[in-house]
């Protein structure tokens, strides 16, 4: 089945390519009505990581809609005319807590525009970076579902965890959030296989199923932000049984060969957007016990030009449009990011809960809205 | 011959208001003071005297409804008038339709929608009709148009349910709100149907209650009025607290406090000797902080632009705010006020009266008087809401005016009748010379035997002095004044009223049968309402199919009833 997954730029975004479509603005559908009001949260508050404005339409309690304003943090980059490695330093530093995802899809956008053939090795470098990448995202992820729960005891565990699998990233690539590693042409790694990995997975295994037991915990999040949508995309369309996952599509990275299996669940909630969070820790643990790492590097082609990469990032599909000219120098660059989508779907999940659900249901999309104000020139 | 006088001026203001109705309120404020003056040993008249002053005085500069709402509101006040004077029957009545009749016109006047005054007159013209009949009863037993002993309770259960239905008490509540809310009454009318018209419905059974013997049916009628009382104080309360109608939250907080009141009337039929007498001191102390706090904030309501509390604009005055909030905080039952006096002392007599039972039965006052306290909560919230949003969290244009004054006035007047409420509780005063508190300045709660007591005159000065030595000690306060910080942004709209009652709204749905409309719209059904509206559907279908069948234009019918009526007479004639 064909499935859109976003705009891409001039283009609509499919699981299976992408074609060129009209921008289809949603507005929202609010009309105030009496005793509503318009209750501001950011864009610099307690409890938010970045700066963003959330305009809760409420009377009280009572949530009727949510309309997110992410560009308190916009950024124009100058990327178009840069040479490659070059565009690279500032891609890297879009989202640092994403960095190898960004990295990755804008590079493979450019391996496949000029037709390179990647080796097969240093595709399953990148899968590592990427898991390595998720299992971060998602402890962070929970970690702040128990900071807004005022759980102090998991939450310093598994900001300890996420302490660990920083130096984990730090040993094997050099940087903790993996800026400097990808470049056009090969990779920065330390060769091997990753140790201490069953370290995360016993102490996370172990919070993970406290945490499923804690009825005040769980209680905050069933029911919390349910979100069935067929636009929906990573944990929160996994969450809703929907299996949209880019590991399990042609996206260039081979991820079957590794014996990926999709995580998903059945409640569409903030609950089930958490399970799918800690399952795809466990699994991204297990592909990444198979991986042995390897310093690969390939043949650099000047050549013009175009192509989408895509990955599937912690929060879902990540993509990038790139075009090169035939001085190897980037001549276009769209971004598809996957908070631009969350934001989209948070909005319509909050629509009828109530304001304590709020910080539970936000953290749950994972978030980051450094990625969305972005415009390249 | 003073009776004679003041209703000589009622009558002449009554005239001189149809061409100068500020000349016409001046003599109706004279008239009330000498009102005052004669209720010195009658409360009931103490009570409505100083409403009517200050509705008079407010009047003056409020006025400005055209030349019918003066004379028709004095001529309101004139019946109330002939009700309390009354020793008979007949002027009773004429007192009561008197009072009745003009408050109608007013409303229907000043309509927006013609039910309300529709529903009002209904409903008042059933109240007529039950005291009617119970007066005829009375009259029947007695033989006498003269208020004079009656050995019956029959007459004084008939007539209290007259009285409620004018009290606006559970199930009779649209006829207190009603008119007030959706009629949009002026204030002025407004305070006198809601302090001085459900007065008389107080004053009413009070008075016929004293005529009659007390037995068994009594006590158990008051068993009956302590329910009725204490679901209105909770649903009265509960309505005010998620009304967002400026006067529709006091004409809920209105019925909130006559349900206390009758629950004081309940304790007073109930119990015997010190306790009853306590109990109708409580009675009457509690109708006379109603009233007068209610009327101050019934002159607020008047003084806004706009009927929803989420928008209404008020021009800023201090002298309103203080006043307002002193009239607030008696409604909400706190000490030193008049209305914490009565507060308390309802409650005292709720417990003592369990006490004093020790019984099976005294789960009934301990139940009425969890209810009260409920109620008496959920009324703080409501009145805290209603000053808020009136008072303090709107900014006006202008500073000042004389209406903020008699506000002000008003709620002086509350705090002092407060500390001063020992005159109310003759017998009840005692001292504690261990605590350095005088003789007289300490009232008692007593079933026989001294129960729980309060000080309104020691909280008074306690607070004067403690925050004099707090000023002598720390000086001024040092207040520092910084810029409201919104997460860094430009502050934009307010926190609504309607959003301060809502987790109320959600939490009691089911109650109060909230609802979310298709767009998105909050509605709490008003069941008193629902109720009477679907009663007065199945009464139209019910005539409808009886016009249908039984007179239906036929005239074989017709003479099938009239040879059914014949045969019946000539069977009834037979036996008899």
């Known amino acids: 089945m064909r499935r859109k997954i976003g705009k891409l730029g001039k283009f609509c975004l499919y699981n299976d390519g992408y074609v060129e479509c009209e921008e289809k603005i949603e507005k929202s559908a609010y009309t105030p009505a009496y005793g509503s009001f318009d209750f501001v949260y950011g864009p610099s508050a307690g409890g938010l990581m970045e700066s963003v404005r959330l305009d809760i339409i409420t009377f009280g309690e009572y949530i009727r809609d949510v309309i997110v304003n992410p560009y308190y943090k916009s950024r124009t980059i100058k990327i178009k005319g840069k040479e490659i490695n070059d565009a690279l330093l500032y891609i890297e530093r879009i989202n640092a807590p994403f960095t190898a995802s960004h990295t990755i899809a804008f590079l493979m956008a450019i391996e496949k525009a000029l037709g390179i053939e990647v080796p097969y090795e240093l595709l399953l470098d990148r899968i590592a970076e990427i898991e390595l990448e998720r299992i971060r995202n998602n402890l962070l992820v929970i970690e702040r579902l128990t900071e807004a729960a005022g759980f102090q005891v998991p939450m310093s565990s598994l900001l300890w965890l996420v302490e660990k699998v920083n130096r984990i990233i730090g040993k094997y690539f050099g940087h903790r959030y993996f800026f400097g590693v990808n470049y056009y042409g090969g990779i920065n790694v330390e060769e091997g296989k990753i140790k201490d990995l069953e370290i995360i997975e016993k102490e996370f295994n172990e919070l993970f199923n406290s945490l499923i037991e804690s009825r005040i915990f769980i209680d905050r999040l069933q029911g919390n932000g349910i979100i069935k949508n067929e636009d929906s995309i990573g944990p929160a369309a996994r969450a809703a049984n929907l299996e949209y996952d880019a590991r399990n599509e042609e996206i260039g990275l081979p991820y079957k060969d590794l014996g990926f299996k999709i995580s998903t669940y059945d409640s569409a909630d903030a609950f089930g957007r958490f399970i799918v969070r800690g399952k795809e820790i466990f699994e991204s643990l297990n592909m990444l016990s198979r991986i042995n790492l390897k310093k690969i590097e390939y043949t650099n082609r000047l050549a013009e030009g175009k192509a989408v990469g895509r990955v599937e990032s912690p929060s879902g599909d990540l993509a990038y449009y790139v075009e090169v000219n035939n001085k190897g120098k980037i001549s276009e660059i769209y971004l598809l990011s996957p908070s631009s989508i969350n934001i989209r779907l948070f909005s319509k999940s909050m629509v009828k809960n109530i304001f304590t659900d709020l910080p539970f249901n936000w953290e749950s999309f994972g978030i980051w809205i450094s990625e969305i104000g972005v415009k390249f020139e | ?576």
């Not at chain 2, 009102?35 to 040993?41: E, P, S």
């Not at chain 2, 016109?105 to 927006?112: D, H, Q």
């Not at chain 2, 204490?230 to 909130?256: C, D, N, P, Q, R």
């Not at chain 2, 109310?424 to 010379?433: D, R």
Request: glycine share 10%.
């Open chain 2, 1 to 576: 011959m003073l009776c004679l006088l003041i209703l000589f001026l009622l009558l002449v203001s009554i005239v001189i208001s149809l061409f100068n109705r500020k000349i016409g309120y001046s003599l109706l404020g004279i008239a009330s003071v000498l009102i005052i003056y004669q209720g010195l040993h009658c409360i009931f008249l103490l009570i409505a005297g100083i409403v009517w002053l200050f509705s008079s005085a407010f009047s003056i500069f409020y006025d400005n409804y055209g030349k019918w709402l003066s004379p028709l509101f004095i001529t309101s006040i004139l019946g109330m008038y002939i009700v309390l004077i009354s020793n008979n029957y007949l002027e009773f009545l004429a007192g009561w339709e008197i009072m009745s009749i003009p408050a109608y016109a007013i409303i229907g006047l000043n309509k927006k929608i013609d039910y309300p005054a529709f529903t009002f007159m209904a409903f008042g013209e059933l109240s007529t009709a039950l005291i009617l009949s119970a007066f005829i009863y009375s009259y029947s037993i007695t033989d006498s148009i003269y208020f004079t002993e009656l050995s019956s309770p029959l007459p004084f259960i008939i007539s209290t349910f007259g009285f409620i239905v004018k009290m606006g008490i559970f199930p009779f509540l649209v006829m207190e709100w009603l008119p007030i809310t959706h009629g949009s009454a002026p204030a002025n009318l407004s305070a006198i149907l809601s302090a001085t018209m459900t007065l008389m419905g107080v004053y009413g059974i009070i008075k016929i209650a004293s005529l009659t013997q007390r037995s068994i049916v009594t006590q158990d009628f008051g068993f009956i009025l302590l329910g009725m009382g204490g679901f209105s104080v909770f649903f009265g309360a509960l309505y005010a607290y998620v009304s967002e109608h400026v006067k529709g939250l006091l004409a809920f907080s209105t019925i909130e406090n006559n349900g206390s009141i009758l629950t004081g009337i309940g304790v007073y039929l109930i119990s015997n000797g010190i306790l009853s007498h306590f109990a109708l001191d409580v009675t009457l102390v509690f109708a006379l902080a109603h009233s007068i706090a209610k009327t101050g904030l019934f002159f607020i309501s008047g003084d806004v632009e706009g009927e929803s509390l989420s928008y209404v604009k008020i021009a800023k005055s201090l002298r309103g705010k203080i006043g307002g909030i002193l009239l607030a905080t008696s409604m909400s039952g706190l000490l030193p006020n008049i209305g914490g006096v009565a507060a308390w002392g309802l409650l005292e007599s709720l417990f003592m009266l369990a006490y004093v039972e020790h019984s099976i039965l005294s789960i009934i006052p301990i139940i009425s008087g969890s209810i009260v306290a409920m109620g008496e909560g959920l009324a703080t919230g409501a009145l805290i809401k209603f000053i808020s949003y009136t008072q303090i969290f709107k900014i006006g244009k202008t500073e000042g005016s004389t209406k903020s004054s008699i506000i002000l006035l008003v709620g002086i007047i509350i705090l002092l009748l407060g500390s001063d409420s020992y005159i109310f509780f003759k017998g009840f005063t005692a001292g504690a010379p261990c605590l350095g508190m005088l003789e007289g300045l300490l009232i008692v709660s007593n079933y026989g035997k001294p129960f729980g007591g309060i000080s309104p005159l020691y909280i008074l000065l306690l607070l004067f002095i403690i925050s004099l030595i707090t000023f002598g000690i720390f000086g001024k306060p040092k207040i520092r004044r910084s810029e409201t910080w919104n997460n860094g942004e430009k502050l934009e709209e307010q926190y609504s009223s309607f959003a301060l009652a809502n987790n109320i709204r959600m939490m009691l749905s089911k109650l109060l049968r909230t609802k979310i409309l298709e767009n998105e719209v909050v509605f709490s059904a008003d069941i008193f309402w629902e109720a009477m509206y679907s009663l007065a559907k199945a009464y139209k279908k019910f005539s409808r199919i009886l016009s249908t069948s039984y007179m239906n234009s036929s005239l074989s019918y017709y003479i099938f009833y009239m040879i059914l009526a014949f045969i019946i007479i000539t069977l009834l004639a037979v036996i008899i």
